[in-house]
């Protein structure tokens, strides 16, 4: 599904993410990139060896989810519908996404050596997977009851699919989950009170409200790296998006670009690389690179002349590789930035 980012002050207890911190790291001085051969689609993560997971339009028109690694795009089929598309992978080459069923249900997949899993096979219900471990643990949403409004986050292991409840209202989601199986996502809170939608952590079969910028009313976490450094987007109190982090502390806003007021952080890799978009000073979007050095506009960081237009950033993996997409000579690409 397109990346809509649209959709605190507390402070965790030392514990709760485990593993020690990594500092955030400079980034390489430029990137070379490469056109990873689509006109149309999203890509939805990349693992360390550097296949990419995603969804594109194929030669019969229709949206697929793809593998991709070696310049070569392999479609990944569906569940016997005619949409599907990848959300994340991870080091073995599993992918986890949602696809249509025969039956035109939307449900969340698991694509493991070769064959695609429905994770949910239930008529007449809703899920998505967002995320999936080295282990093979996927987290997504998934539908409750049937003609009721009723989504939550969920986890599904060797044991099978777990609903892993809400802050106190009726919707939450998963969005990321890493090695430990700690994972993070939104969820709305108990109807009537204030800031009604809240990030969260997943830890110890419990939710932690991870809390909102001050004044904001909402935010809402994306990837967990195996570090426990959490990113994601929060409302800013005069009602703007902001990309922020959390790392074993409260919630903090990332810097913006010079001029700019709006942002989303997207995902981070085990240095403390963060990676998404933000609004420049001209009111377009660019795909930017958060380091040591503070924020870095990508398109800044890529040879002149190569008619590339970054917008998004989705995904990057622990050796710096970058994934996302924009325009090249005004048609919508998918890239992959390689650092030199």
């Known amino acids: 599904m397109r990346h809509l980012r649209t959709l605190g002050s507390v402070v965790l207890a030392l514990g709760i993410l485990g593993g020690?911190?990594?500092?955030?790291?400079?980034?390489?001085?430029?990137?070379?990139?490469?056109?990873?051969?689509?006109?149309?689609?999203?890509?939805?993560?990349?693992?360390?060896?550097?296949?990419?997971?995603?969804?594109?339009?194929?030669?019969?028109?229709?949206?697929?989810?793809f593998l991709w690694e070696n310049n070569v795009l392999r479609d990944l089929g569906t569940l016997g519908g005619s949409y599907s598309q990848g959300e994340a992978i991870n080091t073995r080459g599993d992918v986890a996404g949602i696809s249509t069923t025969a039956t035109g249900d939307f449900h969340a997949f698991l694509w493991s050596n070769g064959v695609m899993r429905d994770l949910d096979g239930r008529a007449g219900r809703?899920?998505?997977?967002?995320?999936?471990?080295?282990?093979?643990?996927?987290?997504?949403?998934?539908?409750?009851?049937?003609?009721?409004?009723?989504?939550?986050?969920?986890?599904?292991d060797n044991t099978g699919l777990r609903d892993l409840g809400t802050l106190g209202g009726t919707y939450s989601e998963a969005r990321g989950i890493n090695a430990a199986g700690l994972v993070v996502g939104s969820s709305s809170r108990q109807p009537g009170t204030a800031n009604p939608q809240h990030a969260f952590l997943w830890s110890n079969n419990q939710l932690t409200d991870l809390g909102t910028l001050p004044g904001g009313t909402w935010s809402i976490a994306f990837a967990i790296n195996n570090n426990g450094q959490i990113v994601g987007t929060a409302e800013t109190a005069n009602g703007l998006f902001r990309a922020v982090t959390w790392n074993q502390g409260p919630i903090l806003p990332l810097p913006a670009l010079a001029g700019g007021f709006q942002s989303d952080a997207n995902a981070i890799n085990a240095n403390g690389l963060i990676v998404g978009s933000a609004v420049t000073a001209a009111l377009e979007r660019h795909a930017v690179l958060w380091d040591a050095n503070g924020i870095r506009d990508l398109n800044d960081l890529i040879p002149a002349g190569t008619g590339w237009v970054l917008s998004w950033a989705t995904g990057i993996n622990d050796a710096g590789r970058i994934v996302g997409y924009?325009?090249?000579?005004?048609?919508?690409?998918?890239?992959?930035?390689?650092?030199?």
Do not use: K, M, W
């Open 20 to 65: 020690g911190v990594a500092t955030p790291v400079a980034a390489q001085q430029g990137y070379d990139v490469v056109d990873l051969g689509t006109p149309f689609g999203e890509p939805g993560g990349i693992n360390q060896n550097g296949q990419i997971a995603g969804g594109a339009s194929n030669s019969a028109g229709l949206y697929h989810a």
């Open 126 to 156: 809703y899920s998505e997977a967002h995320a999936v471990n080295a282990s093979g643990v996927v987290a997504g949403i998934v539908e409750i009851a049937a003609n009721v409004v009723l989504y939550h986050a969920f986890v599904f």
């Open 326 to 340: 924009g325009t090249r000579n005004g048609q919508e690409r998918l890239f992959l930035l390689v650092p030199r």
